[in-house]
């Protein structure tokens, strides 16, 4: 299939338990003829072993034993559609218990969030605990599905009244760009094909409205970024010094001949050749994965960072994160962990939490004790060594960061520089 | 459109091999795990990108059912010498010479879940503490729900219900002695993306993608080459066909397409209007709902 303008969307479903996830994505695959054939065949065979005459389209997603024999959705699912104008990756998230870390894991490389209400409940704790969280994590576009119409006899009136309420509660939230569709997922109302069922709506279905939002292109062109991933040493060359930096630019436009500057050290050269692979560049950018050459021979290791001279990320051993506990065991006072930042990996402490934030009500406690599974809280880290950073609303990729137990080597907590 | 943007191939392409040099930066022995089918010769293409211009710094890994095509074998064989690169055999037939495995019986006996033992013992004789694979998320519903990094613990096995967290591209990939991780750089591609790319790069694949004439029996709704693995019944027939293969494994369980294709131009085309998956056709995951689910429990691949 020939892709018309070639991108990539990535998007997340979130929404509780029951609101429908998972029959919106199986619809939207359906009718959008991304299933095949033996799929259908498949989930018509287990959707009749558990008694159904309809197909079940949550079974098109919900792939673990479990999850079907149990109803609900456990991880994180990556589905992949492809339309004649995009290309799609939906991360597919449970809306159960472990919300908040689910829909952190999710969200983190999303573009788009696909928030769906219920229309007979509007906005509850929950739509606002996930819009919350989709502006913490900066995704820039936001569509609010507000679902089961058909339960509400289609009304625009209830819709609106939902919509308004949604509007008043984001005004606080910094999403750029939020839209609104009535739906029933069910039956198919406003998801890929318009509904006749709500002339009053005169905006797109979901499928549309998903293969023309523009994709936000947050690279912020000046602010080089390049994270070392690994040094080369090509042993077929002439000169045994030479050395080429490999890694996957995070930011920036980075040309040959630019002056540079290597963090944490200091040192200055200009860059020397640019390879993308096999491919001699003059230039490249974000996210491309490349690898250079310096005119001056410095000690980079794994971990440092390029940038150019005149435009520098801070270089912090004391940093404010919003931070989200993503482990069923609590944090332990005074506790060392790893933190790892783009390549970088040094020990850190939690040395404060500043506040909590009450995810019901989205007000700051300043009261609160200890770090709890799903909470999340703006805290102060001390780390051993710099390191190099920009704020997350700047930068996804060098404002993030997560702890790791030193003990168990589980990843226990994400973390964005505020 | 901004100028700076990169097209959802490329885009593809920067994060696995972003993914194939965090493998290489945080494992002691990285392999790559090489069946000879085209998701594992895409890995190793783009693990030689990956590194240029050093050569490529993994060893490939085959797990040897003892049931191969022989253009496979010949295939992995030619690929090795051009790269320079060490190859691991492991050996399914020696699995079950040394008691460690035991083969199947009946009409419908496969090697394929014994590929496990085989593949958790090469991993542990020779000390690997990250197999690199081609699998994708869109092959299966289960691999749907696969990290980049997977950890398995020491008894090589996965569990769906406690997988690592992944934010951002941050990959934590810290294990102990004895545990290891699966690396799935192209988790992200689709059947498609990898067939448009195979075309872009000019990529070179086993001359069994390609539709040939070939001797074939219907089994399990799809075309099973006749080979001297397979046990006939008397029902069965072995008649001449015009046959590609979509995914390619053990040879007793790889179901044959019919189809006129025989250039990569002609395979995308003749994927983007086809209606079945492409594991459609393996008889391994027709063997119960959950049997892909079950056998990476084990440590599958």
Known sequence: MKIDNNQLLRFITSGNVDDGKSTLIGRLLYDSKSIYEDQLQNVKRISKRKGNDEIDLTLFTDGLRDEWEQGITIDVAYQYFTTPKRKFIIADTPGHVQYTRNMFTGASTANLAIILVDVRYGVTEQTKRHSFIASLLKIPNAIVCINKMDLVNFSKDVYDTIVNEFKIFSSKLSINDIRFIPMSALLGDNVVDKSSRMEWYKGDPLLHTLEIIPINNDINEASVRFPIQTILRPQNEVDQDYRRYVGRLASGVLRKGDEITVLPSGLTSKVKTIYKYDKDMQEVFAPMSISIALEDNIDISRGDMIVKSNNKPNIVQDIEVMLCWLHTDAAKPRAKYFIKQTTNEQKAIIKEIIYKIDIKTLEKDYECEGLKMNDICKVKLKITKPLMVDLYKENRITGSLILIDETTNETVAAAMVV | ?301
């Not at chain 2, 459109?1 to 696995?16: H, I, V």
């Not at chain 2, 693990?47 to 490939?60: H, V």
């Not at chain 2, 090697?111 to 197999?131: F, G, S």
């Open chain 2, 1 to 301: 459109m901004n100028k700076y943007y990169l097209n959802y191939l490329d885009e593809l392409e920067s994060e696995a091999i972003f993914i194939l040099r965090e493998a290489w930066a945080q494992f002691e022995n990285p392999v790559i795990l090489f069946s000879g089918g085209k998701d594992s010769i895409l890995v190793t293409h783009l693990a030689r990108k990956a590194f240029y211009p050093s050569k490529m710094p993994f060893a490939l890994v085959h797990v040897d059912t003892g049931h191969n095509f022989p253009e496979t074998i010949q295939f992995r064989d030619n690929l090795i010498e051009s790269l320079g690169v060490h190859l691991i055999v492991g050996s399914v037939q020696k699995s079950i010479d040394r008691g460690r495995a035991v083969e199947e019986k009946g009409k419908h006996s496969t090697r394929n879940a014994l590929q496990i033992v085989t593949l958790l013992d090469l991993i542990e004789e020779n000390k690997i503490d990250c197999a690199i694979g081609g699998a994708r998320r869109d092959e299966e519903k289960v691999r749907a729900k696969e990290r980049f990094f997977s950890h398995r613990d020491d008894f090589g096995q996965w569990n769906p219900k406690n997988q690592r967290p992944e934010l951002w591209n941050i990959f934590n990939g810290r294990h102990f002695e004895g545990e290891h991780f699966r690396v799935f750089p192209i988790s992200n591609w689709t059947e498609m993306d990898v067939w448009n790319y195979i075309k872009r790069e000019n990529i070179e694949i086993p001359s069994l993608y390609f539709s040939h004439q070939r001797k074939v029996i219907w089994r399990n709704n799809s075309w099973i080459p006749f080979s001297e693995h397979i046990n006939l019944d008397a029902s069965e027939e072995v008649v001449t066909k015009q046959i590609r293969f979509r995914t390619l494994g053990d040879i007793t369980i790889t179901g044959g397409i019919e189809s006129e294709a025989d250039t990569v131009t002609k395979i995308v085309d003749e994927i983007s209007t086809i209606r079945f998956t492409e594991r459609g056709n393996r008889a391994d995951d027709k063997r119960s709902l959950t049997a892909m689910e079950d056998r990476k429990r084990q440590g599958y691949f």
